[in-house]
């Protein structure tokens, strides 16, 4: 499911940027959330159990992956920083235990806690439009970087491929 997340967050991501990709993701994962809270077994709506579970997996690993963007305000710790958000992500199946405890134990209907897991999924677009640029944090810190510098540079300017032109680069086709 992450592959086919990347494929479709790729484009995305090159051309709306960070913030655009979030949010895109964001409701995705929060419709995906509470379709799956309107799946019942014995009723009709039995058949909106794929598209949800569909949904939710392909917004949550696309979130993901717009948050390692996070990593390139880290220069040098940049892998260790990836390294703790994956770490992170993947112990979110803790959260998964508790929720069905929640489920058996007390007694919480299913569609209550999908609905919440739903709104927890718009709650994550708060830092999205506080704290993340509009295109990608390296534009920014480039700008910031120019803005504060009085030097000039010397020497080509390297330049960051996007998706397109790295899939046809020579690396690929060869």
């Given at each position: 499911?992450?592959?086919?997340?990347?494929?479709?967050i790729?484009?995305?991501f090159?051309?709306?940027?960070?913030r655009s990709?979030?949010?895109?993701?964001a409701i995705?994962?929060?419709?995906?959330?509470a379709?799956?809270?309107?799946?019942r077994?014995?009723?009709?709506?039995?058949?909106?159990l794929?598209p949800?579970m569909?949904?939710?997996?392909?917004?949550?690993?696309?979130?993901?992956?717009?948050?390692?963007a996070v990593?390139?305000?880290?220069g040098?710790?940049?892998s260790?920083v990836i390294?703790?958000?994956?770490g992170a992500?993947?112990?979110?199946?803790?959260?998964?235990?508790?929720?069905?405890i929640?489920?058996?134990d007390?007694?919480?209907?299913?569609n209550v806690?999908?609905?919440l897991?739903?709104?927890?999924?718009m709650?994550?677009?708060i830092p999205?439009?506080?704290?993340?640029?509009?295109k990608s944090f390296k534009e920014?810190?480039?700008?910031?970087e120019?803005?504060t510098?009085a030097?000039?540079?010397?020497?080509p300017?390297?330049?960051q491929?996007?998706?397109?032109?790295t899939?046809?680069?020579?690396?690929?086709l060869s």
């Open positions: 499911m992450l592959a086919f997340a990347a494929i479709l790729g484009p995305l090159d051309k709306a940027g960070i990709t979030r949010v895109c993701w995705c994962q929060a419709l995906g959330a379709l799956l809270g309107s799946a077994p014995d009723a009709p709506l039995v058949h909106l794929l949800a569909l949904m939710y997996a392909t917004g949550a690993n696309c979130v993901l992956l717009s948050n390692m990593a390139d305000l880290f040098k710790k940049k260790a390294t703790l958000m994956v992500w993947d112990s979110s199946s803790a959260v998964f235990l508790m929720l069905k929640l489920y058996k007390v007694g919480i209907p299913f806690i999908c609905y897991l739903a709104g927890a999924s709650l994550s677009l999205t439009f506080f704290l993340f640029p509009n920014e810190l480039s700008t910031a120019n803005s510098t030097k000039k540079r010397t020497g300017k390297s330049k491929l996007t998706l397109w032109e899939v046809k680069s020579r690396l690929f």
